[in-house]
């Protein structure tokens, strides 16, 4: 089993099931969490 953790780059998830079909991909945890800033106000931040 293969895991590839990426950025969310768009493309990448079809660009590594073509290489590797097998292979789960994921979100890094840093990547989902800054995402997810955009949906909060600033004051909910910390």
């Known amino acids: ?7 969310g ?3 990448l998830p079809d ?3 073509r290489v590797w079909p097998q292979a789960i991909t ?4 840093i990547h989902l969490l ?3 800033f955009r949906y909060a106000r600033r004051r909910h931040w910390a």
Do not use: F, H, N, Y
Request: hydrophobic content about 40%; proline content about 0%.
């Open 1 to 7: 089993m293969c895991m590839v953790v990426c950025d």
């Open 34 to 36: 800054r995402g997810s």
């Open 26 to 29: 994921q979100t890094c945890v």
């Open 15 to 17: 660009a590594i099931e």
């Open 9 to 11: 780059l768009k493309g």
